[in-house]
């Protein structure tokens, strides 16, 4: 409806734009039923189900799957990859750029947004329009949980949503377990190399970290995902490094430059910089049980086996 022919004036997309709200509106099934409050406090006007979803984030993706209710989906992020069902999905864009035409074409009954990944401004034409957005914000491993409990409710699948993070709780305490009395590395997850990016406390990387037997570096709780200088690693003195993977499951290498400069630093003295698989750890939903996996094969090797060979998977945001 709007993708292809001549340019149009703002004026003239902005009416077509107010029409075909209107009709999906008009056109939307279910009845608004009941009013919710999301992750943000917003109270959020969510039709009965079955719903027509989009989700703009992988994560909320994977978690609508995990509940059953994958079938309501109308419309990815242009990085929903997992799992497999979702890749034949229609694309809605980039997590911060969202393709409103697009959506407004899925006739959604509701719209699924993450404060982890999505852009305020790049939702914010969907809640002017009228759209209902529901916002989760995973903080902590606490709030990963959290937000499958309100995507429960939300798709009125409690009783998945109750099992699945119990599964996940389950699996975290198993690890805490098996690490519990033993020394704790102090670990520097690197979201980025260049520039350096790290996780603080009160993100959920941060407490993967700590469930994995580690001790984050980082303690600075004035921003979650801080930049810092090459000289900070160094005082900070870690004992490991975690480097995700950044495209194709290719291992992330630290330039040469880089680890000169870190030379005294024991997890490059001792050859502990880490490459893991980023998806699990990047996406605040169910595959979080093998994130912190990975984090403890880093940090605790002696404990855990390695893994088993995996299919290269591209990396997306959250």
């Known amino acids: ?76 992020s242009d990085y929903c990859d997992y799992p497999p069902a979702a890749r034949a999905l229609p694309r809605m864009g980039g997590i911060l750029t969202p393709n409103l035409e697009r959506i407004l074409q899925a006739r959604p009954g509701l719209v699924l947004v993450t404060a982890e990944g999505n852009s305020l401004d790049g939702v914010a034409p969907l809640a002017r329009l009228g759209l209902p957005l529901f916002m989760v914000k995973p903080e902590g491993i606490a709030g990963v949980q959290a937000s499958i409990t309100a995507l429960g409710q939300v798709l009125h699948a409690e009783a998945a949503a109750a099992a699945l993070s119990g599964q996940i709780q389950g699996k975290l305490t198993r690890v805490r377990e098996l690490v519990r009395g033993r020394g704790r590395p102090r670990v520097l997850f690197l979201l980025w190399s260049n520039p350096l990016i790290t996780v603080a406390p009160g993100t959920y990387i941060h407490d993967l970290i700590e469930t994995a037997g580690g001790v984050n570096v980082v303690r600075d709780r004035t921003a979650p995902y801080p930049r810092i200088g090459w000289e900070q690693v160094i005082a900070w003195a870690p004992d490991v490094i975690v480097l995700p993977e950044h495209r194709q499951g290719e291992p992330q290498a630290l330039p040469e430059r880089m680890l000169r400069a870190w030379r005294t630093v024991p997890a490059v003295r001792t050859g502990r910089v880490v490459s893991v698989p980023s998806d699990p750890l ?37």
């Open 1 to 76: 409806m709007f993708l292809g022919g001549p340019p149009l004036t703002p004026v003239a997309r902005g009416a077509l734009l107010a029409g075909a709200l209107a009709l999906v509106l008009a056109t939307a099934p279910g009845a608004r039923a009941a009013s919710l409050e999301d992750m943000q406090g917003r109270a959020v006007a969510v039709p009965d189900g079955p719903l027509r979803l989009v989700s703009l984030a992988p994560s909320l993706t994977e978690i609508v799957f995990a509940l059953g209710r994958g079938d309501w989906l109308v419309g990815v």
């Open 282 to 318: 990047y996406r605040p939903g169910p595959r979080i049980v093998e994130g912190v996996g990975e984090l403890a094969r880093a940090v605790h090797p002696e404990v855990f086996p390695p893994a088993a060979p995996r299919e290269a998977a591209r990396t997306a945001p959250r």
